[in-house]
């Protein structure tokens, strides 16, 4: 965890192991730098030349110094150069993100961050600082749970200041908590996606949200795997079938002051493990299942955030959480299951679990709620990080508003979003023979991502809906400085930033 706070002192007059300042490209050597070298860094200007550092986009350079205080660390990041007269706001989450990298590489815990001008950005200094220490906090993230060498834990929170520059304070404070409570969610998430599949099981997340529940003062209900099969949930129930473990059907209410406000719908996929059910899985694509739950765990982590920011929006939670394993009475390809709102769906591969939980869940949501939309969120598809890699989420959705709101608050939030297209085209891709849909789509309409989600389509009624699908972005994903291996929490600022300007 991070601690954050604000001095209206010059950069070189703090207490800090690690001083910190990002740098346009090719900017002439004067203001904190110029203090900096004059403070504590000598010979600074010559190392940046030496080092060949011009302030390219993700540029660093470590300069350390000896001084009557210790050894200190002066960091320099790139902002590279403007685009249509201004920087662009990742460049700038990225530079933050290399920096806290470097301070947990020198083992510092005091940070002195001096805040670049919003204006260089087109920001606010709100957004300024809620950006900085939301991606401050991500960059600090770790999970050191199941390590017992000492030498490799981390031992310390990271102590950050915010170094102002004629920013305005009340702002930037404001902006700064509103980050630290939305890190919290994202790193929340992070954590019970990385927590191995026996230590994060339905039953454990369905305590969790309990947990963050009472915590705000949410409702909530929780079904376990025997109401789940009396109320007809047939496609949680046989995914759940083959494991040992009950799974759990858990709502979450959050309710605004606000009267007469809108609700958003929100459903996220939790599957502990999938191996796949008797269609099982290759060992080497089995590793990483741990992460699909990941769809839930974003709702949990926006939840949490969201019990704190008190958006004026009702948030309805819908949670299915199973495990995928094969056994002698789990459900079989052939098998045919019958729904919550009565559809009926023939089982063609027991891998394809995602959707038969979903199914279930967004049927309820949207049975038991006046919806004003339904966002869901989901590990769904391989076929998603082939079609789009692993830098943007899969939305897919037939209502041009919801998508609006939602690349709108991609945009503002960080998490990328890339519209793929939901054309009737693809529905009979999962006509079936002998039930009313099928739960793979036919080999010759290719594009898994998209007739998966056309399977989710028969359980929305016609509530605005729209679906994410997070596979290629929910784990492991490579290069983005505030990332680590393991889980990103994608989507926990999506749905704080959607749910925070909805309008
Ligand atoms: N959880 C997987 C999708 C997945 C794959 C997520 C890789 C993250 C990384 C999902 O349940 C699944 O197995 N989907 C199948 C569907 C297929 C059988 C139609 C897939 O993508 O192979
Ligand atoms: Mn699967
Ligand atoms: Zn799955």
Redesign the pocket.
Known sequence: MIRVNTSKFPLPKHNAKCFALCVEQDATFEGSLMTMEQAFVPGLQRFMADANFIGSSGQKLVVPALTDKGILYCILVGLGTKKNGFFAIETYRRAVGTIVKEVAQVKSDTLALQLPDSKLFSVTDDYLAEQTVTIADMAYYHFDEFITDPKRKWLHDLVVTLVLDGHNEDAINKGSYEGVVIARGVNFTRHWVDMPPDHATPLDLAEKAKEIAQSHGFSITIFNEQEVNQMGMGGLSAVSRGSERDCHLVILEYKTKKPHAPTLGIVG?G?TF?S?GL?I?PAD?ME??K??M?GAAAVLGALDALGSLQPEINIVAVLPLAE?LPSGKAIKPGDIVTFYNGKTAEIL?T?????LILADALAYAVKHYTLDALVDL????????IALGHFYTALLSQHDELVKKIELASKLSGDRVWRLPLDDDFKPAIRSEYADIK???SKKYSA?TI??AFFLQNFVGDVPWAHLD???T??DVPDISYYRSGATGVGVRLLVELAMNWK
Do not use: V
């Open positions: 996929k599957i999938d796949g269609s899985k694509s990483t299942m992460d699909d990941s995928n591969n891998d394809a679990e995602g959707r989901a590990t769904l598809t391989g076929a998603c990080s739960n793979i789509g898994g007739t998966a997070i596979a290629g929910a784990f």
